[in-house]
């Protein structure tokens, strides 16, 4: 068999990987289940078994609250049009405004979030973001989706953040896969944002490719190995990991732009999840922080560590 790959990387055995498509939309009701079910079995023996519990029942509540939302309203089919022949995400998070549907969404996550094991600290934040108004729960979702979140205000975000989560896989989820196109290096081809980490799958026809993990909509978009998803490059690409571990996260490290993104080996373990592996991997991100490499991947369940 024809093999490609760098040495002392797993070599990519090349025809499994010619049906490898360029994108796979989320399905909201498999994404957030399987999400809580991996976080629940990460908690077990985990130091941050408490937390990763909390992030367990707030997946559920992402799950449970779906059923009877009003549907998600999708861009005009012109705007969609445009979009893809400008190479433009069609969710266009820049302007994004609540619609009944994400209003519904957030009331739900708000309200639901009572019976998960919430930590403490976030149990005061969640009284907080239950008392917001509309203009104020605007304002947080735009930093979410901006990547700017305050340090001061980091908990209530994280709540808002499980629900637009859910909003944007509904929408991502009924985008047409075969017309969304490569935006950019780190960009997701469905909503813009940055991908939480990247997955090599074991997909049959994909075995062995990679896929980048929207932080935000859950879409998963091909990107070939051994290279920078923030910059691009392939120059100085390295890869870090925590010795003993079980070999199925590393950090892929760019000499160039001088950041990382974890890379989960979900072909070697089925059940890894983008969001899940990456907050219970957080020994690897404390270990890549006393060098000069700066974390790209995006995840706001991580903020607070
Ligand atoms: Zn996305
Ligand atoms: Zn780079």
Not at 8 to 23: E, Q
Not at 62 to 76: K, N, S, T
Not at 153 to 170: I, K, M, S, T, W
Not at 205 to 221: I, M, Q, S, V
């Amino acid at each position: 068999m024809t093999q490609v790959g760098a040495p002392g990387h797993d070599p990519i055995p090349i025809g499994d990987t010619a049906a490898a498509p360029f994108v796979r939309l989320p399905d909201p009701r498999q994404v957030f289940k399987q999400r809580g079910e991996r976080f629940r079995a990460l908690a077990a023996a985990h130091e941050l078994k408490p937390y990763l519990l909390f992030l367990a029942d707030l997946s559920d509540v992402q799950h449970d609250i779906q059923d009877g939302l009003p549907p998600v309203e999708m861009p005009a089919p012109d705007a969609l049009a445009r979009a893809r022949e400008h190479a433009m995400p069609p969710l266009d998070r820049a302007r994004f405004t609540s619609d009944p549907a994400c209003d519904a969404t957030f009331e739900r996550v708000f309200a639901s979030c009572g019976a998960c094991l919430v930590p403490e600290a976030a149990s005061a934040a969640l009284q907080r973001v239950r008392a917001t108004d509309a203009p104020a729960r605007a304002a947080m979702a735009q930093a979410v989706l901006a990547d700017a979140i305050p340090v001061e205000a980091l908990a209530e975000h994280v709540f808002v953040a499980a629900a637009l989560q859910v909003h944007f896989a509904r929408l991502a989820a009924r985008l047409d896969a075969v017309s969304l196109v490569p935006v950019g290096d780190g960009v997701c081809p469905a909503c813009g944002g940055p991908p939480v980490a990247s997955m090599v799958v074991g997909w049959p026809g994909a075995h062995g490719t990679r896929f980048c993990a929207c932080a935000t909509c859950a879409t998963l978009w091909n990107y070939v190995r051994i290279r920078c998803t923030v910059c691009g490059s392939t120059k100085s690409i390295s890869f870090e990991e925590i010795a003993g571990g079980p070999g199925t996260v590393k950090a892929e490290c760019c000499g160039e732009c001088r950041s990382y993104v974890k890379v989960f080996y979900q072909h070697k373990d089925p059940s890894l999840d983008p969001v899940a592996d990456d907050v219970a991997s957080l020994g690897l991100d404390l270990k890549l922080r006393e060098t000069d490499l700066r974390r790209a991947g995006v995840d706001p369940f991580l903020l607070g560590y």
